[in-house]
């Protein structure tokens, strides 16, 4: 008794207090997780909307670039196309 700091035994914890302090904070930190893991899964749902919508945007911009390069390069064939016979025929 001579080692316990010169307090009264109100402030001296009990096994009961104890138990009361460590169903609390475990009650805390239940509704943090549950808090956290309900944010994280809202993130996450927002990032995969973005995402798709990102996805989409570069889709149609790679078919239109594509759609542009294959127009280009059946025009430059059918133009070399038309130059090659004006010279065969020209030649012969």
Do not use: C
């Not at 104890?18 to 808090?35: C, F, G, I, K, Y």
Request: proline share 2%; no cysteine; charged share 25%.
């Amino acid at each position: 008794m001579s080692y316990l700091p010169p307090v009264g035994w109100a402030d001296v914890a009990t096994k009961h207090d104890l138990r009361a302090e460590v169903a609390l904070l475990r009650s805390e930190l239940h509704n943090d997780l549950t808090e956290l893991r309900s944010g994280l899964r809202d993130g996450m749902a927002e990032l995969g909307t973005q995402l798709r919508g990102e996805m989409n945007g570069m889709r149609i911009d790679v078919e239109r670039r594509f759609t542009h390069q294959l127009r280009w390069i059946v025009g430059t064939m059918i133009g070399m196309t038309a130059i090659f016979s004006t010279i065969v025929t020209l030649a012969g």
